[in-house]
């Protein structure tokens, strides 16, 4: 694919939260934390169109002052602890197939829980769909000084290697392999995969953020560390 794909963007806002109270709109410097996410968005050049996908009144208010397009709420069943985030991008692009009309090459899943991520994020994992003909590409992070040779288990108090194979020292750290993870910060992929219930396919490309736009909200904590790296990298 040589073209720049259409590109339909969800950002996934259901109330509720067991972490943190209202997740989404927690406070985070004076903004509540979706409204990152809806920054970033409008500062991307290469999304089509983002919707908010949410089951709360107040979360879609909140969306709307600040400029994001709310055109549905959830359905209950999709806003439990157990829906399937597959189920909530299928229900938003049939929403928008059969109220407007408009289909999508690709679909990207945007969490509020990732305040750092930017509009050129967003917009490089769509270059990096359009230049590789990528099914999926998705945003991840390094994880420093990780190899799975020194993962270890405890039986009755005794450290013992979680690799039956290992024996000896653990591998030099300037030998083992990168690895990395998913931030949560960017999932593309196409939609037709998407309406079959695959969110990868068969051919998956990375896009890696440094660590310090890899924050993922979950527990106070990390409302704490986001603030850090804001004040860090000029971005309050």
């Known amino acids: ?99 407007d009309d408009q289909s999508y090459d690709y679909v990207m899943m945007l969490q509020p829980t990732s305040p750092l991520r930017t509009g050129e994020d967003i917009d490089a994992c769509i270059r990096i769909a359009a230049e590789t003909d990528a099914d999926s590409v998705f945003s991840m992070k390094e994880l420093p000084d990780f190899a799975p040779q020194k993962i270890k288990t405890i039986e009755n108090g005794e450290i013992k290697p979680f690799i039956a194979e290992e024996k000896g020292q653990s591998a030099p750290r300037h030998k083992a392999k990168k690895a990395y993870k998913r931030n949560c910060a960017v999932y593309l992929t196409r939609t037709n995969l998407i309406l079959k219930g695959d969110q990868f396919g068969k051919k998956s490309m990375a896009y890696v953020m440094p660590q310090e736009r890899s924050i993922d909200i979950n527990d106070p904590v990390d409302l704490e560390l986001a603030e850090f790296w804001m004040k860090k990298l000029n971005m309050l």
């Open 1 to 99: 694919m040589t073209r720049t794909p259409s590109v339909l963007g969800i950002i996934t806002a259901r109330s509720g939260s067991k972490g943190i109270p209202n997740k989404n709109i927690a406070p985070l410097k004076g903004k509540p934390l979706i409204v990152y996410t809806i920054e970033a968005v409008q500062n991307s050049k290469l999304l089509t169109r983002t919707v908010v996908s949410t089951d709360s009144e107040e979360i879609a208010s909140i969306a709307k002052k600040h400029g994001a397009e709310v055109p549905f709420l959830r359905p209950a069943e999709l806003s439990t602890d157990s829906a399937l985030a597959l189920d909530v991008l299928a229900h938003a692009i049939t929403h928008c197939k059969e109220h």
